[in-house]
């Protein structure tokens, strides 16, 4: 059964601090992995996609890895801003059928505190 | 920012009403999809569309149905309102192409049924 599992499912930090969030996955066949940033009561945005052969993709303060053979991957914030404070969804991609369908993770909760 | 837009952002409706939530998106995208969150838990896909003409239901059971007669509209209607439809509705679109496509969220639709 395809699935994606995060954790954890809430972490509270103080801001200027770093954290990492994981997700693992049992999706196949693979096609790639987003990591998503969802504010709350607003829609999901793209932070990273990356595909097989991508171990590592920044995006400003956000880094995602990718370990293609574990299926495991990590988004590490560094030097946390209050404006962090949101819901971080991992997403994967099949290459089965045409749609490329995604599979989405309950995301972890993270607050920043000043 | 994404160029899609959801109306309502928020509903509070009485059971039994029908309700139309819009989606449109001014990118030109074939793809459009609709999924359902319910709070602290993953999205749903609940339908989705390859084009103009075209829809399909997604893998979460909905009593909703949508249309898609122009490119850049595409609603979800439902006939008879219930408080079991209570949840967070959120509209996408995707560029074609190869399943590394982004896919953009729109701000969602909080759908109260009383």
């Known amino acids: 059964k395809n699935q994606v599992e995060q954790s954890p499912q809430s972490l509270i930090i103080l801001e200027g601090k770093n954290c990492t969030l994981q997700?693992?996955?049992?999706?196949?066949?693979?096609?790639?992995l987003r990591w998503y940033k969802q504010d709350t009561g607003r829609g999901p945005v793209s932070l990273t996609i990356?595909?097989?052969?991508?171990n590592t993709k920044s995006n400003g303060r956000y880094t995602a890895t990718l370990d293609a053979d574990t299926k495991q991957s990590s988004l590490h914030i560094t030097a946390s801003q209050l404006s962090d404070s949101a819901s971080y969804i991992c997403?994967?991609?099949?290459?089965?059928?045409?749609?490329?369908?995604?599979?989405f993770g309950r995301g972890t909760q993270l607050t920043v505190w000043p | 920012e994404a160029d899609i837009y959801q109306t309502p952002r928020y509903l509070v409706i009485g059971t039994g009403k029908k309700i139309t939530l819009e989606c449109s998106q001014t990118?030109?995208?074939?793809?459009m999809y609709w999924y359902q969150q319910d709070p602290g838990m993953e999205l749903h896909l609940i339908h989705y569309?390859?084009?103009?003409?075209?829809?399909e239901k997604g893998d979460l059971s909905s009593e909703s149905t949508v249309s898609r007669i122009r490119t850049e509209h595409f609603p979800l209607t439902l006939e008879s309102a219930r408080p079991s439809h209570t949840s967070q509705y959120l509209c996408?679109?995707?560029?074609?192409?190869?399943?590394?496509?982004?896919?953009?969220f729109g701000p969602g639709t909080r759908l109260t049924v009383t």
């Open positions: 996408a679109s995707s560029e074609p192409g190869t399943s590394s496509y982004e896919q953009y």
């Open positions: 997700c693992n996955y049992t999706v196949s066949p693979f096609s790639n």
């Open positions: 990356m595909t097989f052969s991508e």
């Open positions: 997403v994967v991609s099949d290459r089965g059928s045409t749609l490329g369908r995604l599979y």
């Open positions: 990118m030109g995208h074939d793809k």
């Open positions: 569309s390859y084009g103009v003409n075209s829809t």
